[in-house]
């Protein structure tokens, strides 16, 4: 079995692998000295809210700009031109809902989890064992779609060849994020964000400045070189229309992906606990507009990226690259700085799925620890310390059933699993979420139909989507674009359930609260004065 072959010609695997170790040990060790402190249930889940707005800022974005935003962007706008960019906007318009109508309340009102926000006035057995299963659900895809991504990368940029090397290198990835989180916690995850969101951007801007360089950082002359190389289609790239205007359901596909993106965002778990790491709320704010801001330039940056690579790579050699439009970013940093620029490149991707993967991983065992052990199990009563072993334990189990399932989906199409993540959050976490924090007849029966519901309807309408089964087979490929091949049984024409979920999921909420007659108006006053004051909110332990 050849470990080391050539994945992408003119590519030095040995270099990439060096400098990801690299980046591997140096965050290990920091990880290490950031756990030092990590003692109590706040230490461990929220990193004694210490933090400050412009540090969780950077965190944020590092947790948000997963490889799919880095690849999958700019291979999309080399691709498809202006439609490749629309994801950029659906993504960083998302934090307009998150800075406007959740992170301060949510930091205000909550300890550790969403689980604690929705459970504040209601029932808090049932409520919080909702909260948990939509927490792990959108965790488990999110995780699934990283850790099959990375075998993806692996094959393509460090020249790794084989189902079985592939599966190796997923389960290193496995082993260091649960080290990451074992050992350091969410203050050791947080400063793994960090150093990964810097090197993100510094190393877009480099590349940005670099392809700008060669076209004497003339915006237009780029663009016309992107259309020269594109050849007959040049010109589709710089209107819309290229991948979603072909039908009128793909035109409603996009919608429904767009509406998911937008209201997904806040309701993803591991970005909602970010909140819980700074001291104030007005700490909670200022780290969703660095966040924004950060997000916004560097997705400014894919457009160049994305355009560059189809001036200086061309779509032909993209597509025919192993890993299809994903290679277009490391095809453009061989073309601009060989192999070394190449390593780097691969090093941050790689840093990109290793800090998406451990957010992931402490979100989804925190709120098992918090929400399931210490609140439905031990009904509030759980022994000092017991929490953060259940966390821990949990965080084990959980790193290898992703393990297990990134070698599973390795090679399938993934795409679909990040999309699910984001429709799950936004019909069964968001609807629940704005009804507890704005809605006084808001109450239990809601919250159930609300959370259970949307995330029943979303599963059942992916399941039955083309994203699943029934796309025509690509001549060129000999293959479909759905999950599974040479299967029909799609009835639901969307690739993306949000255009019907995400309604489907605010009237299960208002329909299960009105038919209910449970009412608590003065804990919904006590919510209300706390989310808008932040009086009796959860304060720092460490300084």
Known sequence: MSMLAAGVEGSNPALNIGIFAAFVVITLVIVFRASRNTKTASDYYAAGRAFTGPQNGIAISGDYLSAASFLGIAGAIAIYGYDGFLYSIGFLVAWLVALLLVAELLRNTGKFTMGDVLAFRMKQRPVRAAAAVSTLVVSFFYLLAQMAGAGGLVALLLGIEGKAAQSVVIAVVGVIMIAYVLIGGMKGTTWVQIIKAALLIVGTLAMTLWVLGKYGFDFSSLLQGAVDKAGKAGEALLGPGKQYGATGTSKLDFFSLGIALVLGTAGLPHVLMRFYTVPTAREARRSVVWAIVLIGVFYLFTLVLGYGAGALVGPDDIKAAPGGVNSAAPLLALNLGGPVLLGLISAIAFATILAVVAGLTITASASFAH?????????????????????????????????????????????????????????????????????????????????????????????????????????????????????????????????????????????????????????????????????????????
């Open 371 to 543: 929400d399931v052990y210490a609140n439905v199990v031990k009904k509030g009563k759980a022994a000092a310390g017991s929490e953060v072993r259940v966390a821990r334990i949990t965080a084990v189990v959980i790193g290898i059933v992703a393990i297990l399932g990134g070698i599973l989906a390795n090679g399938q199409n993934v795409a679909f699993l990040v999309a699910l993540a984001f429709a799950v959050a936004a019909s069964a976490n968001l609807p629940t979420i704005l009804y507890s924090l704005f809605w006084k007849r808001f109450n239990t029966q809601g919250a159930l139909w609300s959370i259970y519901g949307g995330l029943i309807v979303t599963i059942v309408l992916i399941v039955f989507s083309p994203a699943v089964s029934g796309k025509p087979i690509d001549p060129k490929t000999g293959k479909s674009t759905s999950m599974l091949q040479g299967v029909d049984f799609h009835w639901f024409p969307l690739d993306n359930p949000g255009l019907v979920s995400i309604p489907v999921a605010f009237f299960l909420g208002w329909l299960g609260t009105v038919l209910s007659k449970e009412r608590n108006p003065e804990k919904y006053a006590e919510m209300e004065v706390r989310a808008l004051t932040g009086a009796g909110a959860e304060k720092a332990t460490q300084h």
